[in-house]
């Protein structure tokens, strides 16, 4: 599992998926989540706008994500 810094206290989860280099393109992300190949916390996730906090885990293809924000 790896961490991936975000600017600001949340970010959409295409944003994050293009951040972590889980995927070359922001397109790319549609069709994994329109095949359910995505789970943020454990579960499906098909809305790409869907807003990500700090903590939260997104997996994809066997990699795995942890949300982190810098400290202040």
């Given amino acids: 599992m790896s961490d991936v810094t975000i600017r600001d206290a949340d970010i959409?989860?295409?944003?994050?998926?293009?951040?972590?280099?889980?995927?070359?393109q922001g397109s790319d992300v549609k069709a994994l989540l329109a095949d359910g190949?995505?789970?943020?916390n454990g579960e499906i996730e098909?809305?790409?706008?869907?807003?990500?906090?700090?903590g939260d885990v997104v997996a994809l293809g066997g990699q795995k994500f942890t949300v982190a924000t810098r400290a202040k």
């Avoid at 190949?37 to 943020?40: G, M, P, Q, S, Y």
């Avoid at 098909?46 to 700090?54: E, F, K, V, W």
């Fill in 12 to 24: 959409r989860l295409g944003q994050f998926l293009k951040l972590a280099d889980a995927v070359e």
């Fill in 46 to 54: 098909t809305r790409r706008g869907r807003q990500l906090h700090a």
């Fill in 37 to 40: 190949l995505v789970l943020v």
